[in-house]
């Protein structure tokens, strides 16, 4: 594998295979750990400016994330506008827990609960449909196999 920073993150041209999405996804599980504590030191894991920071640090991450699941996407013949679509609802879920409208963090109301029921339901799609599944065999309108290559 040859890891390229700029085309896993920062462009949705193309096609990826599972072996450099997970790579991916790892490198931002990594990255995300770290600023996350980084943040909790300054500001404090529940304080307001803590869940403002870790927000802001979803917001840096959201670009990042669409493109590596965009090429995914596209390896499985699929448009990348389902990346954006997974991205808007995280974020906009994020959002309103934010702003206090699912409850506290650490013990959601009934929309907080709904909101986690969601994002669950997002993640095993998204687990299944780019992490599991095989990409399109041979050539697809998105570019050539990156498995055969």
């Known amino acids: ?14 096609r990826i295979g599972r072996q450099d999405f997970w790579m991916g996804v790892i490198g931002l599980i990594v990255a995300g750990i770290v600023i996350s504590l ?6 404090g894991w529940m ?7 870790v927000f ?5 991450f959201a670009y990042p994330g669409y493109c590596l699941m ?8 699929k448009p990348a506008m389902y990346a954006a679509i997974v991205v808007g609802i995280n974020i ?10 699912a409850g506290p963090p650490a013990s959601p109301n009934v929309l ?11 993640g095993i799609w998204i687990l ?4 599991i599944l095989r990409g399109t065999v041979g050539s697809n309108q998105y570019g050539p196999d990156p498995v055969a290559e």
Do not use: C, H, P
Request: hydrophobic share 55%; net charge negative; no cysteine.
């Open 38 to 43: 980084i943040v909790s030191l300054i500001f």
């Open 92 to 101: 906009v879920i994020s959002f309103l827990t934010l702003l206090g409208i």
């Open 1 to 14: 594998m040859n890891f390229d920073f700029n085309r896993l993150y920062l462009t949705t041209d193309g």
């Open 70 to 77: 965009a090429k995914r996407f596209q390896d499985r013949d």
């Open 128 to 131: 299944i449909e780019l992490g």
């Open 47 to 53: 304080t307001t400016g803590g869940q403002w920071a």
């Open 56 to 60: 802001i640090v979803q917001l840096a």
């Open 112 to 122: 907080g609960w709904i909101f986690n029921l969601i994002s669950f339901a997002i």
